[in-house]
T-cell receptor
C-alpha cells in the first residue's frame, strides 16, 4: 500500500531563513505527490504537485519541492521564510487501483508538520 | 469562481444522534471526496463520489455514509454518533477522479459530539 511519512512534528525557522519540510513516500509504480497547507480554522490549500518531469517543482507562495527518486523523498522548501508561512503542512501521495469494477484514486496524507516561523 | 462550500460550519450533537453534512463543489467539478481530520489520527479518507457513484471508501464503519446528487453536491451522514466522531470533516472537489490532480478543499464542518 502507498504511504507517506513526515518525520518531523514541528519545524522552527527564523524569518528570512530557508525552510525545509520533509516527506518520504512509499509507492508501487510512479508516484503522484502533493503538498497542501492548512491555516488555522481553514481547509487545506493546494501548494504544488509532482506527476512527472523536472524534479524541482515550483508552487504557490514561493514554495518549491524537490523530488528524489533514489531517496524516495519529496521535501518542501522555501528560500526565505515568512511569519505568515506558519501553518500545518501535509504531504500526500496518490493511491490508485484498477479493477474490473472500475478504478479509483485517492490521496493518502502524511501526519502533517507544523511550521513555526519566528520573527 | 466560487470555492468549495460546506454547511454547517459548526455543529454540536449528542451521542446517539445522527448528523448530515453538506458540501457544494466548485462549479464543473464532478468528484467530491470526504475526509475526517482529528488530532490523533490526522487526515483520513472517508469516501469519494464521482458522477453520483461512490468510487472509493475508506476504513470507516457503516455508520458513515454519503451520496452525491446530479448537480455534484454531496452529503455525508453519520448515524448513532459516538464521542470519537468529534472531528473536522473536510470536503474536497476536483474536475476528475481525485488523485489525478489537485483537490480543492472546503473550510470544513467542525462536529462536536457530547
Amino acid at each position: 500500500a502507498q504511504s507517506v511519512a513526515q518525520p518531523e512534528d514541528q519545524v522552527n525557522v527564523a524569518e528570512g531563513n530557508p525552510l525545509t519540510v520533509k516527506c518520504t513516500y512509499s509507492v508501487s509504480g510512479n508516484p503522484y505527490l502533493f503538498w497542501y497547507v492548512q491555516y488555522p480554522n481553514r481547509g487545506l490549500q493546494f501548494l504544488l504537485k509532482y506527476i512527472t518531469g523536472d524534479n524541482l517543482v515550483k508552487g504557490s507562495y514561493g514554495f518549491e519541492a524537490e523530488f528524489n527518486k533514489s531517496q524516495t523523498s519529496f521535501h518542501l522548501k522555501k528560500p526565505s521564510a515568512l511569519v505568515s508561512d506558519s501553518a500545518l503542512y501535509f504531504c500526500a501521495v496518490r493511491e490508485a487501483h484498477t479493477g474490473f469494477s472500475g478504478g479509483y484514486n485517492k490521496l493518502i496524507f502524511g501526519a502533517g508538520t507544523r511550521l513555526a516561523v519566528h520573527p | 469562481k466560487a470555492g468549495v462550500t460546506q454547511t454547517p460550519r459548526y455543529l454540536i450533537k449528542t451521542r446517539g444522534q445522527q448528523v448530515t453534512l453538506s458540501c457544494s463543489p466548485i462549479s464543473g467539478h464532478r468528484s467530491v471526496s470526504w475526509y475526517q481530520q482529528t488530532p490523533g489520527q490526522g487526515l483520513q479518507f472517508l469516501f469519494e463520489y464521482f458522477s453520483e457513484t461512490q468510487r472509493n471508501k475508506g476504513n470507516f464503519p457503516g455508520r458513515f455514509s454519503g451520496r452525491q446528487f446530479s448537480n455534484s453536491r454531496s452529503e455525508m451522514n453519520v448515524s448513532t454518533l459516538e464521542l470519537g466522531d468529534s472531528a473536522l470533516y473536510l470536503c474536497a472537489s476536483s474536475p476528475e477522479i481525485a488523485g489525478y490532480g489537485e483537490q480543492y478543499f472546503g473550510p470544513g464542518t467542525r462536529l462536536t459530539v457530547t
